[in-house]
């Protein structure tokens, strides 16, 4: 298993570009989120979703989009990059059950200019 | 106030010792208590997830709760250099994976 994979493993974007966080899991897991993380503030969540077709917000989830038409994918998009956005983005996937336990991509870095 | 408060460190030990990390949490709600090791430009990995109170141990690490004080702690006994990274908890409500991570304790054990 590959677990969960992202692409790209880094990304610098013009102020107003958009883009697409690719993620992927072939562990057959219902939930995926995704996080971002920035100095001193820790991870926070941007969306999630509990299966295809259901997504939902997070903490932080303005600037945002995402849409979950299969189980293994779960694209994060940026419509109009901000320079506030520059941070290191991590998926994440989990099965539902007793554990409640989520397991993390390797981060894509993003940079905003 | 936060809802998970974690102290960044840095905290260095010598190989060898024993170390104590440490989280405070403000909801009673929470049930599900992970805590997640993150090397250096990686993603985090689960090391311990324990539900509600008590003690878990695995291998040299052990995960304690205590939910009447909502403290939440993880203890490495013989630390190693390869210990070194930042330790991050994590908390959530039973039935959501919306966690909630404390923004993690980095930890640097000398050789």
């Known amino acids: 298993n590959a677990g969960v994979t992202q692409t790209p493993k880094f990304q610098v974007l013009k102020t107003g570009q958009s883009m697409t966080l690719q993620c992927a899991q072939d562990?057959?897991?219902?939930?995926m989120s995704w996080y971002r993380q920035d100095p001193g503030m820790g991870l926070r969540l941007i969306h999630y979703?509990?299966?295809?077709?259901?997504?939902d917000q997070g903490e932080v989830p303005n600037g945002y989009n995402v849409s979950r038409s299969t189980t293994e994918d779960f694209p994060l998009r940026l419509l109009s990059a901000a320079p506030s956005q520059t941070s290191v983005y991590f998926c994440?996937?989990?099965?539902?059950?007793?554990?409640?336990?989520?397991?993390f991509g390797p981060g894509t870095r993003l940079t905003v200019l | 106030q936060k809802e998970v408060e974690q102290d960044p460190g840095p905290l260095s030990v010598p190989e060898g010792a024993i170390v104590s990390l440490n989280c405070t949490y403000s909801?009673?709600?929470?049930?599900?208590f992970m805590w997640y090791r993150q090397y250096s430009r990686k993603g985090p990995e689960l090391l311990m997830y324990t539900y509600s109170s008590g003690n878990k141990e695995d291998g040299r690490f052990t995960a304690q709760v205590d939910k009447s004080s909502k403290y939440i702690s993880l203890f490495i006994r013989d630390s190693q250099p390869s210990d070194s990274a930042t330790y991050l908890c994590?908390?959530?409500?039973?039935?959501?994976?919306?966690?909630?991570f404390g923004t993690g304790t980095r930890l640097k054990v000398l050789a």
């Open positions: 562990m057959n897991h219902e939930y």
């Open positions: 909801n009673s709600a929470f049930q599900y």
């Open positions: 979703s509990v299966g295809a077709g259901i997504t």
């Open positions: 994590a908390v959530s409500t039973s039935g959501t994976y919306k966690y909630i």
């Open positions: 994440a996937s989990g099965n539902s059950g007793a554990t409640d336990t989520q397991y």
